[in-house]
Each structure stands twice: as C-alpha cells, then as structure tokens.
C-alpha cells in the first residue's frame, strides 16, 4: 500500500492537526495585560517542542529573562514531548476538547519526569531511535535505517518536522523496506509451524521461522470509578496513571484473518477472559485458550462471537475495556489489524494505541 | 584471542566500541587483570532487604528506593536489583553464598545450535538467565553488592502475563577517581571533590520485547541524591566510552524513559547486541560446545556492556566449565 502512493486513510492521519489554545503559565507571566493566548494547528503525527519556534515570539516580549527550558502541561500533567502531540490528545483528552488548553512553561523543567528536551535535535533522534526500534521488530535488524544516507534521512525528517510532503516521506521511507503487514486475508502456507513459537516458552530461533511483529506502543489509562460518559472521566493527573506497554503484536495466521481485537487481546488478555466457571479444569483451559490467541478466531469469524464486544467484555475481576483509540478514531475490533497497522500508523512505524481500562477499586491493591 | 578478532571483523567496534575488543591491550580479558583494586572494594549498602528480595524470588510485596511497590507477583514480571557502595575503609561482609550448582539452573539449561541462533533471548529464557546471574554472582562474589530480581507487573492487573518483561538491577557506587583509567587528577585543585565526593550508580537489566535482548539502564547520583548529568557521568566512565559517547551522542547512550519506573534513565542503545552476543558465544569454544546455554548469556553480555559503563565482571563469573 505504501509504495502504491498513499491510502485515504494515511492522508488523513498525515494531515491530521488538532486546534491548540497555549497560555503561558501565569508564574512566568511578566507583562500587564498578560499576552493572550496563541492559537496553533498542531499536526497529529508531530511533537510538541517543534512547534516552539512558532509559539515563543507570541510570549517571548512577556517572558521574564533567562535561559529557556521548554515544556508543556495539560491541567498540570506534564507532557511528554516524545509521544506524538495526537497520541497525547487520543489519551489526555478522552472527551476531545477543542480548542485543547495546554500551558506551556520557558523555565523549571521538570526534570525528574520529562526526559531532557535539547531542540529539534533531541526530537529527530528520538523519533530515529523509535524508527530503527520498529525496524528491528519487523526485519530482525535495522540495517535499513542505519545505512540510510545523509540526504535520506534530512528529507525523512523535514517531512515529518513539518508534517507536509507526504510523498516525499513515502519514497524515502519505502527505502527501509519495512513493508507492509500481508495481506490477512489470504492463508500462508507455512502457517501451522508458527504455533509452537508462540506458546512454548523456549528459546525462539528467530529467522529460522518467519512471524509478522507488529510494533505497538500501548499506552493504558486505567480508572477505578465507573462512568457513562467522557466528559465525568476523573482527569489524569499522573502519568502513573498510564501504562505504557512497548511490546510487539506477533501475528499468527491460523487460517483466519488477524483482527484488532486479536491485536489487543495479544497486548490484554486478562481484559479477554471468559467469565470464570466453577469447574477448576474447565477454566483453567480457558485461560489457556486466551493465551492462545488465533484459536478463538474461528468462532468470531463465523459470526457467533463467543467473547463479548468491547463494551460488554467481561473480563476477571469486572475489569472492562472502555475505550480503544487509534489516530482520534475508535476502530471496530472486527477490522483487520493490517489494515489498522497499515494506515493508522505514525511515521515512525509504530502503532499507538489508547486504551481506556476500568478496574474496580478493590482490585487497584 | 578468536573472540576479540571475530568481534573485530564484524563490527563490534561500532556495537560497543572497547577499544582493545575482547583480548587487546585494554580489553575486557585485561582489564579483568585489574580487577578491583584496593580502592574499589564494595560492599552492600542494603544487603539485608536486598538478599530477602531476592530469596523471595520476587513473590513478595517490596517498596525499592523508586517508589515501585505492588502487589502479587510472579517471576516472569519483574527485575532484579541489588545496591552497591564502595569504601575502601568497609571490610567485606562474609556471607553464605547459595549452594551450588543450582537446581533452578541446572534444570532450565537449554541447549541448542548454535548455528542457526540469532544472539537473542525470549523473556522467560531472560528470567532464567536473570536467576541464573544473580545466583552465579552470589557464589562467585559473595562480597560485592548482590544483583537481586525485582519484579514489577505493570498493573494490578498485569499480575501474571506470560510475556511481560523483566528486569535485573544492580546498583552501586563509584569513590571518584579510584577508577583506574582516570588520570590522577591535581590535588592541589581539587583535593575536596578527589577525596570525598561519593557518586552512586544505579543498574537495572531490562529485558526489550523489541530488541529480544537485555538493556541496560543505569542513573547516578551524587551522595546527597543530586542526579549527575552525562558530563559528569563520563568522567566516571572508561575513556573509550567518553570518546564514544562524544562521537556518538544520540546513538549510544541517550536518557530514555525507564520501561517499569517511568522516569528518566540512561539507556545504552541495543541495537547491535544480538550481534556480538552471537559472535561471543560463536567465538568461544567452552560456549559453543555446550551449545547456547542461556544461563551464560547475561554474564557475556554484562561482561562486555560492563565495560562500557566501567562496572566490571570477576574473572570467575566468566568461568564456565567450573559450575556446569
């Protein structure tokens, strides 16, 4: 799909900007009146510190003097500059708000939770860093990115910096001949001997067989009170808060196709357990049923869904899965995971997706 | 050495960059010569909580120093940790070192060709490799800081997952300018910070389910709990690191977030591990005859990205034959 120019869906999500409304924090503030707040499209797939250069002339007459040591919060959370400024929305902001309110701060990093953020430098290799990650996961290595040339990767990243050339991104990034996940719907032949790999916890012989890896951040906003809507959703005001799961979704075909919610069962899957049954033997072969994932496939492609829709799934311990948002979409768990994979990821090809758990309070310990 | 010209040849040098590679004139096998000279003696800052962690094989409710506390536990989710100190003035506590071999370990060796082995570890062979370290290093070193595993499930509900990752810690600390590759530094300028200044390192070993190997991470900080920044840090290091780490910036040790303590933590860059570890264990024939035995595979590699950061590795944890 790639290398075929870009899918609908990947021009949207590259073009995807959310509206942002920044104040500067009232401590910083040295001016009467002080300055007004500045309005500024961010693009989805970028990061918040590029959009500095554009900001800090709207404050800087305002600013009190001394060195600059940029950061943003949201309702006091501090943001993490290194997720990309729409994963933050999709997880910050579970009711979208738009204009979205963030503050932004010249001076008093905080170091002890932000990673230090030394400019555009510090972005562009965290985003490379992320990118030869994802390259390792997909081809075992990431010779590709590594052997990239000079003028390859400056035009990789303008194109991300400014979230504008799609094309341009595409043919350098189809370079890195990370591809695109297979088609699911058709059965490979060597399919079966995948099964082993996954279940045995032995010594995996990578290369030797050949498993799609999917690289996926999950991020996983879990909330003890129950609520109906997103607007009473109890703000995040720790990112202890969030789990975050960097783990890749190794994808088995068993004859069925892969689908979203197969993806994150893989990621979950105590939020995809049968209801337990009084019977010791017969549960205990559930769970292993969970851990084994494309084995329940059959019955979700056949239309009799024997675990329950995300909404209703009733996980151990009444924990359920609230929400699940990709790109400021909430995907149906029926799509296939390489359609998802293939047009929602970022740049840096990687997944994100936000997952809202609830558990109960009496399991939080 | 084989090992040292293998890692040559195959870009080793780029990997982790030890100038003298494995055999060469300061390389690992000789600065293993050097090991711990009389100014670096250690001993354990909290021994008591740090072997009851580890007895505990992690099935405990612990508070470590990182605030990381919770509940239920099962080895496949966790880390292992342990606290260093040096003083030259502390003698070195006895201690009963674990009887050995070890039935865990013994049971658990897996052998397999290694022909077609790639340098990479599932998670649950890093567990078995974690336990095996840790036991190993408590009966060769019973007088050095303990590494000890912690686990940590990322959530109440994350309690048991089969393949969440783990992690091995190990902290320490480093009296500035006992480390041998410095150069004495004029007393007459700074005989204060020379003599007293106390920075204390922390390791954790942090398994990546992207990277299918070990990552090491490490913080320092001074005595009194002030973080040092990376320019300070590479004056602790090895001075084939520092260069690198010049040359290098973004590539080779960079602050990232802590996987399980959400907090910023240097990390080195693993990109090429599964690379060497494969070429160490290709090039070693006691390695290599007994197939890729994964108890061995966090003492190799700690034995080589050790080096990078200056913690060094007994000459006896490197003994294979000895103990299995």
């Given at each position: 799909?790639?290398?075929?120019?870009?899918?609908?869906?990947?021009?949207?999500?590259?073009?995807?900007?959310?509206?942002?409304?920044?104040?500067?924090?009232?401590?910083?503030?040295?001016?009467?009146?002080?300055?007004?707040?500045?309005?500024?499209?961010?693009?989805?797939?970028?990061?918040?510190?590029?959009?500095?250069?554009?900001?800090?002339?709207?404050?800087?007459?305002?600013?009190?003097?001394?060195?600059?040591?940029?950061?943003?919060?949201?309702?006091?959370?501090?943001?993490?500059?290194?997720?990309?400024?729409?994963?933050?929305?999709?997880?910050?902001?579970?009711?979208?708000?738009?204009p979205w309110n963030l503050t932004i701060h010249f001076r008093g990093y905080p170091g002890n939770i932000l990673i230090p953020c030394e400019?555009?430098?510090?972005?562009?290799?965290?985003?490379?860093?992320?990118?030869?990650?994802?390259?390792?996961?997909?081809?075992?290595?990431?010779?590709?990115?590594?052997?990239?040339?000079?003028?390859?990767?400056?035009?990789?990243?303008?194109?991300?910096?400014?979230a504008g050339n799609m094309e341009a991104y595409l043919r350098v990034s189809s370079k890195l001949k990370l591809g695109t996940v297979g088609d699911e719907y058709t059965v490979k032949p060597n399919s079966c001997s995948l099964k082993s790999r996954q279940s045995t916890g032995e010594t995996d012989i990578a290369g030797s067989v050949k498993t799609d890896r999917i690289p996926v951040r999950l991020y996983v906003w879990s909330v003890s009170e129950d609520f109906d809507d997103f607007e009473d959703a109890p703000q995040i005001d720790s990112w202890d808060k969030i789990s975050y799961i960097n783990r890749p979704?190794?994808?088995?075909?068993?004859?069925?196709?892969?689908?979203?919610?197969?993806?994150?069962?893989?990621?979950?899957?105590?939020?995809?357990?049968?209801?337990?049954?009084?019977?010791?033997?017969?549960?205990?072969?559930?769970?292993?049923d969970v851990q084994r994932v494309p084995l329940e496939d059959a019955s979700v492609e056949d239309g009799e869904e024997k675990s329950c829709d995300v909404d209703s799934c009733c996980p151990s311990d009444n924990a359920e899965i609230k929400l699940i948002r990709i790109q400021g979409i909430e995907p149906k768990l029926e799509i296939p995971f390489s359609w998802v994979v293939n047009n929602l990821m970022n740049p840096e090809h990687f997944l994100h997706i936000c997952v809202c758990v609830k558990v109960p309070q009496e399991n939080n310990m | 050495m084989k090992v040292a010209e293998l890692l040559f040849k195959n870009g080793f040098k780029e990997a982790y960059a030890i100038k003298g590679g494995i055999g060469g004139k300061d390389g690992w096998r000789a600065i293993q010569e050097n090991l711990l000279p009389p100014s670096v003696h250690i001993y354990p800052k909290k021994k008591a909580k740090m072997s009851q962690q580890f007895e505990m094989n992690g099935g405990v409710n612990q508070q470590s120093e990182n605030n990381y506390e919770d509940?239920?536990?099962?080895?496949?989710?966790?880390?292992?940790?342990?606290?260093?100190?040096?003083?030259?003035?502390?003698?070195l506590d006895s201690r009963s070192s674990s009887p050995y071999p070890n039935v865990v370990m013994v049971s658990n060796q897996t052998?397999?060709?290694?022909?077609?082995?790639?340098?990479?570890?599932?998670?649950?062979?890093?567990?078995?490799?974690a336990c095996a370290f840790v036991e190993k290093w408590k009966s060769v070193n019973p007088g050095l800081p303990p590494w000890s595993w912690v686990p940590c499930p990322k959530s109440p509900w994350f309690a048991s997952h089969e393949e969440d990752a783990v992690e091995v810690?190990?902290?320490?600390?480093?009296?500035?300018?006992?480390?041998?590759?410095?150069?004495?530094?004029?007393?007459?300028?700074?005989?204060?910070?020379?003599?007293?200044?106390?920075?204390?390192?922390?390791?954790?070993?942090?398994?990546?389910?992207?990277?299918?190997?070990?990552?090491?991470?490490?913080?320092a900080y001074c005595s009194d709990g002030q973080p040092l920044v990376l320019d300070d840090i590479e004056k602790d290091f090895p001075v084939n690191s520092a260069k690198l780490l010049l040359e290098s910036k973004w590539t080779f040790i960079t602050q990232e977030e802590h996987p399980y303590l959400n907090r910023p933590w240097y990390k080195l860059h693993p990109c090429g591990t599964n690379e060497w570890m494969k070429l160490l264990f290709l090039g070693d024939p006691s390695l290599s005859r007994i197939g890729v035995a994964i108890e061995h595979y966090l003492v190799s590699w700690l034995s080589v990205v050790g080096q990078v950061v200056g913690l060094k590795i007994p000459l006896e944890m490197l003994n294979n034959s000895s103990h299995l």
């Open positions: 799909m790639m290398d075929g120019g870009a899918t609908e869906a990947q021009r949207y999500v590259w073009e995807g900007a959310i509206p942002l409304q920044i104040h500067l924090h009232e401590s910083e503030v040295t001016t009467l009146p002080p300055p007004p707040p500045a309005l500024i499209l961010a693009p989805r797939i970028g990061y918040l510190p590029l959009l500095v250069p554009l900001i800090k002339p709207h404050f800087s007459s305002a600013l009190p003097p001394g060195v600059d040591t940029i950061w943003f919060d949201y309702k006091g959370l501090p943001l993490k500059w290194y997720i990309p400024t729409g994963v933050l929305f999709d997880l910050l902001c579970a009711e979208p708000e738009r400019g555009e430098d510090s972005i562009k290799w965290s985003f490379i860093n992320s990118l030869k990650e994802a390259a390792y996961i997909i081809n075992g290595n990431c010779k590709n990115v590594m052997n990239m040339s000079q003028p390859d990767q400056v035009e990789l990243w303008r194109s991300v910096l400014s979704v190794e994808i088995h075909r068993e004859g069925k196709y892969f689908t979203l919610r197969d993806a994150v069962k893989n990621l979950l899957p105590e939020f995809f357990a049968v209801k337990p049954l009084v019977n010791e033997e017969i549960s205990s072969i559930q769970v292993e | 509940g239920s536990h099962s080895m496949d989710n966790g880390y292992v940790k342990s606290s260093m100190e040096s003083s030259p003035k502390k003698k052998p397999m060709d290694i022909s077609s082995w790639d340098g990479t570890l599932s998670s649950s062979d890093f567990c078995l490799a810690s190990h902290s320490g600390k480093e009296e500035l300018g006992c480390s041998e590759e410095e150069e004495p530094i004029d007393n007459a300028l700074s005989v204060q910070s020379y003599s007293h200044e106390v920075h204390c390192y922390d390791f954790h070993i942090v398994y990546s389910t992207s990277y299918r190997v070990p990552v090491l991470y490490f913080r």
